[in-house]
T-cell receptor, first 117, second 109 residues
Framework: SAVISQKPSRDICQRGTSLTIQCQVDSQVTMMFWYRQQPGQSLTLIATANQGSEATYESGFVIDKFPISRPNLTFSTLTVSNMSPEDSSIYLC??????????????FGPGTRLTVL | QKEVEQNSGPLSVPEGAIASLNCTYSDRGSQSFFWYRQYSGKSPELIMSIYSNGDKEDGRFTAQLNKASQYVSLLIRDSQPSDSATYLCAVNRNNDMRFGAGTRLTVKP
């Protein structure tokens, strides 16, 4: 499986500010995804990060609040904008392999734990 | 009805026993099925994938799939305290992955 890193691993932010989370993969991957996991909850897909084009957002998530970039096949960023305490969560990047079978299997990065005061 | 349903637990088993985790899903067009393990404070880690009806074994883990009943399960044999974690069932259709809420498993020494 690919090696996935996320930065920062955790942060404490003030209300109204923005935070950009980076996701780096050690090999080219077709699909990159951003999830949110609120305390005690399961994973909720925010969006699919598309290389060279706008991300595809799930219902309830909008680009103005969660702008996403994916400039190449190994890197993506998620920004949480104008944060409120309700945005406190773990944000996870996941990737799916480019080839070799099991291209729908997702592997997760270590996550970014965000606390908004 | 939730798309992927799991009993939230906690499920408690003694060390050495078989732990049985269950999951049902609503989308009959689902193509692939996954079990992830998530330790507290960590990200999900893939345990197994299964694509066709029947059993798939990997070490102490066996995944079972029944598409007619829309049911997938995970058996953990010879459970160890290190297996204590939350187990997430995930169902995929055309790269659209949906997760259950997870079952918390505790293995007692």
């Amino acid at each position: 499986s690919a090696v996935i890193s996320q930065k920062p691993s955790r942060d404490i932010c003030q209300r109204g500010t923005s935070l950009t989370i980076q996701c780096q993969v050690d090999s080219q991957v077709t699909m990159m995804f951003w999830y949110r996991q609120q305390p005690g909850q399961s994973l909720t897909l925010i969006a699919t990060a598309n290389q060279g084009s706008e991300a595809t957002y799930e219902s309830g998530f909008v680009i103005d609040k969660f702008p996403i970039s994916r400039p190449n096949l190994t890197f993506s960023t998620l920004t949480v904008s104008n944060m409120s305490p309700e945005d406190s969560s773990i944000y996870l990047c996941s990737v799916a392999k480019t080839s070799g079978g099991d291209t729908d299997t997702q592997y997760f990065g270590p996550g970014t734990r965000l606390t908004v005061l | 009805q939730k798309e992927v349903e799991q009993n939230s637990g906690p499920l408690s088993v003694p060390e050495g026993a078989i732990a049985s985790l269950n999951c049902t899903y609503s989308d009959r067009g689902s193509q692939s099925f996954f079990w992830y393990r998530q330790y507290s404070g960590k990200s999900p880690e893939l345990i197994m994938s299964i694509y066709s009806n029947g059993d798939k074994e990997d070490g102490r883990f066996t995944a079972q799939l029944n598409k007619a009943s829309q049911y997938v399960s995970l058996l953990i044999r010879d459970s160890q305290p290190s297996d204590s974690a939350t187990y997430l069932c995930a169902v995929n259709r055309n790269n659209d992955m949906r997760f259950g809420a997870g079952t918390r498993l505790t293995v007692k020494p």
